[in-house]
């Protein structure tokens, strides 16, 4: 287990350097100099220059790789050229609206995908299963922003129950900040919810139809205790593998829900950041999500190896 | 003898495609789509592009079927147009990932070792930027447009192809018609194209369908977020996001791309599906 754990390790540090200096080399090859960016088309050569060497723009771009991957690995992004501030502290102050968002939309996503899909299993063929298996292909199909946009017209403008959009801080009353996540988690989470349902359906007849199963009921242990016991955690096991996938989407689906309901997450601080043409920052949260996506990935591997004793280490 | 051999054949496969609902629906679907797409370059109920402000905020009615925008511009005519974009941009951007993929995922399979290492590696690190983050870094380079949209989608969809070409064909390399084909000396070139290949075929095209609809969700995506399609070229996406701000006055500008969004995806979606059920005996119907 530890020779395994070791080379997984490996494995997501090389990953993790890939990744991030892909994001390096894009920006590398960008036409427009960020120092022209940053003073406007009418500054003086000699003040885009200068721009220049305080920002190492004038350094070869080996040495430049060599400096920002340094400051990387101290946790440092570099500095905003629009904010002036850390890149560090935008992602961080942003993350408080972006967590609880994914957070919520994944607690919708396993608490209405989980059951479903078990229940549809259960009533295999049924009018049941065929209307939960509908609602999966509909839900994977609609697209989160034309949801949300409904949610809002519905929810918000004609039963004003939540608003419409914006952000209340959770200085301001948790219940107010809960209440302006609650639609966008919803538009985000339908989807999930509905591919959750299709892989825990699947899954669940896949063990549905074991032999050990079938011998389970064959000694009389009451279905109840079969679903529990055999179905249920089993089924848990696809579940816990999907959840990654599922988080990644999330966070990628974060940015378009975030600009339907104008929250002040990660994902509208990074359009803001191409329209500006606000490279550290752009690249900064583009490897901050990576990394999230490959850290994710690799603590499921690991539990998915602790989950299930039959997968091996070697 | 051959007639009945034949004859039974062609009913099984018939027994096979009965209760195909989701290839029928789904087939039913994208031929709609490439129709609508093909008629919109001859006929179009109305000019896509025309503003009449009397004409603003018509319900589906008989002049305008799926009724009128804030501009009073047509739906039906600006989806039809709108069509051309979500084919293009799904053909174009799944023909890079499957092109590469294969690629890639073929070099991995047959060098091995190192080729494999590095190359899957690569695949992990590109698999980590969700197509819609990758999009985004491409229009800050390239600045937004459908190029930008398409080529990152497509780079977006390379690993998943990669990899399962990669897996299909470490799985087919230790097949006794591959080792016979390689002890009479064809080369790796050879057997890649006419033995490996071939028989991922029916794999690919599964992926390749579904891909498609990831693609055009993709799009949609990014022409709302304004880095796809730009104005006044009718994009869905775009549609979407201009008829947001209206929505009090009038839901069916909203309504309709959206509507042709969600049925463009699920038709492909069934239609993938239902190929796996065909093609593949293996997977039971579940």
Same mark, same amino acid.
């Given at each position: 287990?530890q020779?395994?754990?070791?080379r ?10 890939l990744?991030?200096?892909?994001t390096?080399?894009t ?7 960020p ?7 009418d500054?003086s050569?000699? @003040? ?5 060497r @305080? ?14 991957l ?12 629009v904010?002036?501030?850390p ?6 102050e ?8 994914t957070?919520?939309?994944?607690a919708?996503?396993?608490c +209405?995908g ?14 049941w ?7 999966a ?7 989160s922003?034309?949801?949300?946009i409904?949610?809002i ?6 039963l004003?129950?939540?608003p419409a959009?914006g952000?209340t801080?959770?200085s ?13 988690a ?7 919810a ?9 899954a669940?007849l ?12 064959a000694?009389? +242990?009451?279905?109840a ?5 055999h ?7 696809s ?9 990644a989407q999330l966070?990628?689906?974060a940015?378009i829900?975030?600009?339907?309901f104008?929250?002040p ?7 803001n ?13 583009v490897?901050?999500?990576a ?8 603590v499921?591997?690991v ?5 299930d004793?039959r997968?091996?280490?070697? | ?15 096979r495609l009965?209760?195909?609902w ?5 087939l ?31 319900p ?18 600006r ?8 084919i293009?941009?799904?053909v174009i951007?799944v023909?890079?990932g ?45 600045g937004p ?5 398409m080529?990152a989608?497509?780079i ?17 390399l230790d ?5 016979a ?9 050879r057997?890649?194209?006419r ?19 990831n ?17 006044p ?10 008829a947001?701000?209206?929505?009090v ?13 969600a ?8 239609l993938?599906?239902g ?6 005996p ?5």
């Amino acid at each position: 287990m530890q020779a395994y754990l070791f080379r997984r390790a490996i494995t997501f540090a090389v990953t993790v350097w890939l990744a991030a200096s892909l994001t390096f080399v894009t920006l590398l090859v960008i036409p427009g100099n960020p120092a022209q960016i940053i003073l406007g088309i009418d500054a003086s050569p000699s @003040a885009v220059a200068a721009v220049e060497r @305080a920002l190492g723009l004038d350094l070869p771009p080996p040495v430049r790789y060599a400096r920002w991957l340094g400051d990387l690995l101290r946790f440092d992004l570099g500095t905003s050229l629009v904010y002036g501030v850390p890149v560090w502290n935008l992602i961080a102050e942003r993350l408080r609206v972006t967590l609880p968002l994914t957070a919520m939309a994944l607690a919708l996503a396993v608490c +209405v995908g989980v059951p479903l899909g078990l229940f549809a299993a259960r009533r295999r063929g049924s009018l049941w299963d065929l209307a939960t298996t509908a609602f999966a292909q509909a839900g994977i199909a609609t697209p989160s922003f034309w949801l949300g946009i409904f949610l809002i017209l519905v929810f918000a403008v004609q039963l004003r129950w939540l608003p419409a959009g914006g952000f209340t801080p959770w200085s301001q009353g948790a219940g107010r900040a809960f209440q302006s996540l609650l639609l966008p988690a919803v538009a985000l989470g339908i989807a999930r919810a509905a591919s959750l349902t299709r892989v825990v359906r699947s899954a669940a007849l896949e063990v549905l139809s074991a032999d050990y199963v079938r011998t389970a009921r064959a000694k009389g +242990v009451s279905e109840a205790a079969v679903i529990r016991r055999h179905v249920l955690r089993n089924a848990l096991i696809s579940v816990a593998t999907v959840v990654s996938l599922e988080v990644a989407q999330l966070l990628a689906g974060a940015i378009i829900v975030e600009t339907v309901f104008t929250l002040p997450g990660l994902g509208t601080l990074v359009l803001n950041a191409v329209n500006n043409r606000d490279f550290p920052l752009v690249q900064g949260i583009v490897v901050c999500m990576a990394s999230v996506i490959l850290l994710l990935s690799l603590v499921t591997d690991v539990l998915y190896a602790y989950l299930d004793p039959r997968i091996r280490y070697s | 003898m051959t007639e009945a051999r034949t004859r039974g054949g062609l009913a099984a496969a018939g027994r096979r495609l009965r209760g195909q609902w989701n290839l029928t629906v789904g087939l039913v679907i994208l031929l709609a789509l490439v129709a609508t797409a093909a008629v919109s370059f001859f006929y179009l109920p109305h000019d896509p592009n025309r503003i009449s402000v009397l004409n603003r905020f018509k319900p589906p009615g008989e002049e305008f079927l799926l009724g009128t925008d804030q501009f009073g511009r047509d739906l039906l005519s600006r989806i039809m147009v709108g069509s051309r974009v979500t084919i293009v941009v799904g053909v174009i951007a799944v023909g890079i990932g499957l092109s590469a993929g294969v690629l890639l995922g073929g070099l991995a399979a047959q060098y091995g070792r190192w080729v494999d290492e590095t190359l899957m590696r690569l695949m992990d690190a590109v698999a980590a930027y969700p197509p819609l983050l990758l999009a985004i870094l491409l229009a800050s380079i390239m600045g937004p447009g459908v190029v930008s949209g398409m080529l990152a989608i497509g780079i977006a969809t390379v690993p998943v192809f990669a990899r399962l070409v990669r897996a299909n064909l470490l799985a087919l390399l230790d097949a006794e018609f591959v080792q016979a084909a390689r002890a009479l000396g064809a080369s790796n070139a050879r057997i890649f194209w006419r033995h490996l290949l071939p028989n991922t075929v029916a794999i690919l095209l599964v992926q390749a369908t579904v891909a498609f609809a990831n693609a055009i969700l993709a799009e949609a995506a990014l022409s709302y977020l304004g880095l796809g399609t730009q104005p006044p070229d009718p994009s869905w996406g775009r549609m979407l996001r201009e008829a947001q701000d209206f929505l009090v006055f009038s839901p069916y500008p909203a309504l309709m791309p959206g509507l042709a969004i969600a049925v463009t995806v699920l038709g492909l979606n069934l239609l993938g599906d239902g190929l796996r059920d065909v093609l593949d005996p293996k997977t039971r119907r579940r």
